[in-house]
C-alpha cells in the first residue's frame, strides 16, 4: 500500500469493474435523477470510470463530460458504444484541470473519498465551485461512515464463496486520518489476484463545511436516488449543493 496513488484503484481493477458484485444497482435511478438536474448546459462526471452513468446520461440528450485518474478505466468506457463520443480528461480531480463551466457537476459511489486528505477533498471542493455555472448544482453520493464495522481497527469478511472462487475483504481503519485501506483478494485455483483501495471519508456534516467554504450551498439531501428521507438510520446520502448567484 505504500505505492498507493491516485490512479491505482481504477488501473488494478478496471478490467473486472464491470462485473463486481458490490457496484450499485441504483443506476437507472441515479441516471433520472442527474438528468433532471443537468438541464441544456455540460454536465461532468467527476470519476467517469467506466461510463456506468455517462453513457445513459448521454443516451438521453444530456451533454456530458468526463473526468478520472485512470486511463485503464477510461479505456473500458472507450471500448463501449458511444463511449468514444464523450469527452474524458485524463487528471487528478481534486485540481479540475479543465476547461470552460458546467450546469452539473456531480461524483457518484463513493468516489469523492477517493481524494485521501482533508486539503485535497477541500480544493476539489473550490475547484468544483469555481467551474459552476450561477445556480448550478454539486451532487455527491456516498456512505455515511459506520465505524462498527471495524474491531480494533480491523475488518475481515467474505464477500462471495462458490467452488469457482472465494472473494474475501480486509480493511484495516485509521481513525485519526479517517482513512481505511483496504484489499478485495479474490482467490482461484489459477491464482490470486489483489484490488488495493483506499480512501478518506466524511461525515455529511463536514462535507456541508467545505461546502460552504467553497461558496456552494446544502440545497438537498436525500437516503438515495428516489429522494427519500435522509435519517439517521440511512447508510448513504444523495447531497446536492447549489452555487451563488
Known amino acids: 500500500m505504500g505505492e498507493y496513488d491516485e490512479t491505482t484503484y481504477g488501473e488494478r481493477i478496471a478490467d473486472v469493474y464491470d462485473t463486481l458484485t458490490d457496484v450499485p444497482t ?32 448521454q443516451a438521453r440528450g444530456v451533454k456530458i463530460e468526463g473526468i478520472d485518474a485512470s486511463p485503464a478505466m477510461v479505456e473500458k468506457l472507450r471500448s463501449k458504444s458511444g463511449g468514444r463520443d464523450i469527452p474524458v480528461t485524463i487528471g487528478n480531480f481534486a485540481d479540475l484541470a479543465i476547461d470552460g463551466r458546467f450546469s452539473l457537476m456531480f461524483v457518484a459511489f463513493n468516489t469523492f473519498f477517493a481524494l485521501l486528505t482533508q486539503e485535497d477533498q477541500l480544493r476539489c471542493f473550490a475547484n468544483v465551485a469555481a467551474h459552476l455555472e450561477p445556480h448550478a448544482a454539486f451532487v ?29 475483504d480486509a480493511a484495516r481503519h485509521d481513525p485519526v486520518a479517517q482513512q481505511i485501506f483496504g484489499q478485495h483478494m479474490v482467490l482461484t485455483e489459477t491464482g490470486t489476484r489483489f ?13 456541508d463545511l467545505m461546502a460552504r467554504l467553497a461558496g456552494l450551498t446544502l440545497e438537498h439531501r436525500w437516503g438515495g436516488w428516489l429522494r427519500q428521507p435522509f435519517s439517521a438510520a440511512s447508510g448513504k446520502h444523495v447531497s446536492v449543493y447549489r452555487a451563488q448567484p
Do not use: H, M
Open 26 to 57: 441504483d443506476t437507472d435511478e441515479a441516471v433520472g435523477l442527474l438528468a433532471n438536474l443537468a438541464g441544456a448546459g455540460r454536465s461532468l462526471d467527476i470519476g467517469i470510470g467506466t461510463g456506468r452513468l455517462a453513457l445513459p446520461l
Open 140 to 168: 455527491i453520493e456516498a456512505f455515511v461512515p459506520d465505524l462498527s464495522r471495524f474491531d480494533r481497527g480491523q475488518r475481515v469478511q467474505v464477500t462471495d464463496l462458490n467452488v469457482e472462487l472465494v472473494r474475501i
Open 195 to 207: 484490488y488495493p483501495v483506499k480512501l478518506r471519508y466524511c461525515w455529511p456534516s463536514e462535507l
